[in-house]
């Protein structure tokens, strides 16, 4: 029977017991960081927005900050419901409120009667399933604030359609991302408020960073469906004995004693990975969505307390697992989803004691399609377009440290991890020479040039940006310019997707046929014209477009 608004005295005592017993005696001590951010929602809060995405790096404490904002919100005699999709997330919310003496009471399938309690920590599922019964669609409604946990997740949009609009909604996510046909996040929030990213707590030493080994594999015969790769065809893929030999191999080349947790496409290669490495002499140990929660809770204790090498899993562990020694990531698997994999090499991210950063063995070219974990993003409400499948066995979009084989940007000119450093080519060396160049030989070694090459050229013989910005070919590009330029987050964002989508699109914008040289030729020179100062560089621009 469910319980909603219970009105006897007994019931009355009940309540304004838990209400004592959840107010805090042990507030949680904040990162700095994490204040601000609660210091941001409430002052969005107070704006007259009423759903805001709180977006944190995996590691940063989103759960410490929303256990905050509920120990506040029921201090003030207020009632927070907390929704999650997983039990591992269920459970991670339930101890962290345990810890600061915040009670609570659980919504989950095997629930029969929930009383008025101050918190409850729901399943999606089940709140979902119930909200078809009379009666859910007020018990939703009795709650001053909402938190959903992993609201990137379109599991939760069902739960929209019960709220008020004086209801505030908190959605915690470290990837507030959606692609294709998705339903956008804008659509159900009404603002972000977005705390520091990977790369600053690796600085302020929340974080440890990456240190990337890659190995093409061929996805050719993958199909994608929906967006993402087909499990069966990962399957077939990462089935091979030989790959199964080369995580090995690798492994003991390059993380061979360090704690480790593998990520894979199936159970079946989870399985056998795990056989492979107990064939090769490791401590090696499987869990998937059948391992029961006994078998699985002495795992995880097991496997913490060192008692397995390796410890290998398929879609289980990506989320409300936390095990700060984990040194070494394995991604057995490729995905198309940035959330996956920023969740996937996030489990190695914790410090720990003598770990300055850790290894991840990407056999999926999700590094390639992806970028490195610990790279800035510029993150929307919106729809985004998804990254290309990479499916070719080639080379690496990224260049290796001859030294250490780690994954290094294409144009790195050193290691952070060993040292390295790239020798300048004679091309790179221009410094006082470049005043000296006529313009046609500045223009000739600006088509071979790196990026820090050509703003020497351009600021030597005092073009405008708009010299560099046509050159530049890759979002990636812009994102590097806008580094080296210390100009403001966002700016690579505005201008790479208004360089690039016009000469992606040229043909839209120019017209077809017979019209395409003249008309090219036209908006070249205008453009130019009104951008850059150097006289020649629109006419090399239209010959390079008719020429394409």
């Not at 219970?6 to 838990?18: C, D, E, F, L, V």
Request: charged share 30%; hydrophobic share 35%.
């Amino acid at each position: 029977m469910f319980s909603c608004y219970p009105t006897t005295n007994k019931a009355q005592m009940n309540i304004n017991k838990q209400v004592s017993s959840v107010v805090g005696t042990k507030p949680i001590l904040l990162r700095p960081y994490q204040q601000e951010m609660i210091d941001s929602l409430r002052a969005r809060f107070a704006q007259g927005k009423k759903r805001l995405v709180m977006v944190l790096p995996t590691g940063g404490g989103k759960t410490a900050i929303f256990t905050d904002i509920t120990r506040r919100v029921v201090e003030r005699s207020g009632r927070v419901m907390i929704v999650t999709d997983r039990k591992e997330l269920h459970q991670q919310g339930g101890n962290s409120l345990a810890r600061i003496g915040v009670g609570y009471r659980e919504l989950t399938a095997n629930t029969r009667r929930i009383e008025r309690a101050p918190v409850i920590i729901a399943m999606v599922e089940t709140l979902k399933r119930r909200l078809k019964r009379s009666g859910y669609a007020m018990f939703v409604r009795s709650f001053d604030m909402i938190i959903i946990d992993e609201a990137h997740k379109q599991t939760f949009t069902r739960l929209f359609e019960s709220l008020e609009e004086r209801q505030l909604v908190i959605g915690a996510t470290a990837t507030p991302y959606r692609t294709g046909r998705m339903r956008p996040l804008n659509e159900d929030y009404d603002g972000m408020v977005c705390g520091p990213e990977i790369i600053d707590l690796i600085e302020q030493g929340y974080l440890c960073p990456e240190k990337a080994y890659g190995v093409a594999v061929d996805l050719s015969a993958v199909r994608i469906t929906a967006g993402e790769f087909n499990d069966k065809d990962l399957g077939k893929v990462y089935a091979n004995r030989k790959l199964f030999d080369g995580v090995v191999e690798n492994w003991k080349v390059f993380a061979e004693g360090r704690k480790t947790l593998a990520f894979c496409a199936t159970v079946d290669n989870s399985r056998q990975l795990a056989e492979e490495f107990a064939g090769a002499g490791y401590r090696a140990a499987h869990l998937d969505a059948d391992t029961s929660d006994r078998d699985r809770r002495r795992m995880l204790r097991d496997f913490e307390a060192g008692m397995y090498d390796v410890l290998c899993n398929c879609g289980i562990l990506t989320t409300g697992y936390d095990c700060s020694s984990i040194e070494c990531v394995i991604l057995y698997r490729a995905t198309m989803s940035l959330p996956l994999y920023l969740q996937m090499c996030g489990r190695g991210s914790r410090p720990y004691t003598g770990k300055d950063h850790f290894i991840l063995l990407d056999f999926g070219q999700n590094v390639q399609r992806h970028g490195f974990w610990r790279n800035q993003r510029q993150w929307t409400l919106d729809i985004v377009k998804p990254p290309k499948a990479r499916k070719s066995v080639g080379e690496m979009g990224m260049a290796t440290c001859p030294e250490c084989k780690a994954l290094l940007a294409a144009r790195a000119r050193k290691c952070v991890f060993c040292g390295w450093e790239r020798e300048q080519e004679e091309s790179e060396k221009i410094v006082i020479t470049l005043k000296e160049m006529s313009p046609s030989e500045a223009l000739r070694f600006a088509g071979t040039a790196n990026i820090e090459g050509l703003e020497m050229l351009r600021e030597a013989r005092g073009w405008k940006v708009g010299f560099v910005m046509h050159r530049l070919k890759t979002m990636e590009d812009f994102k590097e310019y806008e580094k080296l330029k210390k100009y403001k987050r966002g700016w690579a964002m505005k201008n790479g997707n208004r360089y690039l989508g016009i000469e992606a699109g040229w043909q839209e914008w120019y017209g077809p046929g017979s019209e395409r040289q003249n008309a090219s030729y036209e908006g070249a020179q205008k453009r130019y014209s009104e951008n850059d100062e150097n006289p020649y560089a629109w006419q090399m621009h239209t010959a390079r477009e008719v020429a394409g």
